[in-house]
């Protein structure tokens, strides 16, 4: 599958502190990928090098396999950052209309209406009367004027309502279904959970953990299997396993900690245990997310 980002040890140092550190990473066409970290672990920085809006100290950015500056690069992207800045005296319709002109396929007027939640009334106003939320569409607009073939988002959801929200990550469905490329940065561990395909951890300018939601969960945040029962079950049926690592009883309940539920759920069936209500728990992000950036602190 082709690549369409490509970072090779990459490196953004301010006042002789690496904000980046030797970050190297490919993306692939039609991935979603969410990049995760505290504040200040490096990943607007990161994600302002592969737009060429910063320069590097080292290494080296490719987008489309070539340089992020160039205008063929430009003309296949859309951008929508944190702080979105949008140019005073034009009505929303002249400046949606204005964007759309530098791009050679882009969507329609029309098109962008239905996707990205704005109305006809938002289209009659001026810039400098939106409110904040009415901005943010029409950033995100903006951002999918060109028909785009590679989306960056930083932290695109901040000051989002709940209804204006869904349709943002419904609408970066659509696209993604449609084989754009999509990064972006969020605080929204759930919104990372759901969305991404692959998931790149940042702390102190490094690249962490890289990988599927899921594997990331497995591999770090406790899963268990979890259900009441009427009489005694014996710890040793189920600590013998080799994939079980803890059972325990809280509040009425059995806890089976284990690296596979679907191995416990098995167990149980084949037992023939007289349990009820077996709840699955499989791990959290934000376990996950604690965990390694706690231990990265410590390892520093």
Do not use: C
């Not at 989306?151 to 209804?163: A, N, Q």
């Not at 009883?249 to 806890?255: A, F, L, M, T």
């Not at 992000?285 to 520093?300: S, V, Y």
């Amino acid at each position: 599958m082709e690549s369409v980002v490509e970072i090779t040890g990459l490196t953004k140092t301010f006042k002789d502190k690496n904000a980046v550190s030797d970050v190297s990473f490919s993306i692939k066409r039609g991935e979603v990928v969410a990049i995760l970290g505290p504040n200040g672990a490096g990943k607007t920085t990161t994600m302002l090098m592969m737009l060429g809006l910063l320069s590097p100290s080292k290494g080296d950015v490719k987008l489309f396999e070539k340089d992020p500056k160039s205008k063929s690069v430009r003309e296949k992207i859309g951008v929508m950052l944190q702080e979105v800045s949008i140019m005073d005296g034009l009505k929303v319709k002249e400046i949606i209309s204005l964007i759309r002109q530098y791009y050679p396929e882009p969507y329609s007027l029309n098109h962008l209406i239905r996707i990205t939640g704005l109305d006809q009334d938002d289209l009659k106003k001026r810039t400098e009367k939106l409110s904040g939320g009415q901005k943010r569409r029409v950033g995100f607009a903006l951002a999918l004027a060109g028909n785009p073939d590679l989306l960056f988002f930083d932290e695109p959801t901040v000051g989002m309502d709940i209804s204006a929200r869904k349709l943002f990550w419904q609408t970066v469905k659509e696209l993604a279904d449609k084989g754009k490329t999509i990064l972006f940065s969020t605080h929204y561990l759930q919104e990372a959970d759901d969305i991404a395909d692959r998931i790149l951890l940042f702390n102190e300018g490094k690249i962490i953990a890289d990988g599927k939601p899921e594997e990331i969960k497995k591999k770090l945040s406790k899963q268990s299997v979890s259900f009441i029962a009427d009489h005694t079950i014996p710890r040793k049926m189920f600590l013998e396993l080799s994939y079980v690592s803890d059972m325990y009883e809280k509040d009425g309940r059995i806890y089976i900690v284990a690296e596979d539920t679907d191995l416990v759920l098995t167990r149980i069936f084949e037992l023939k245990l007289q349990v009820k209500d077996i709840r699955v728990e499989k791990g959290r992000l934000e376990e996950a997310f604690e965990q390694l950036t706690t231990e990265n602190r410590e390892a520093i």
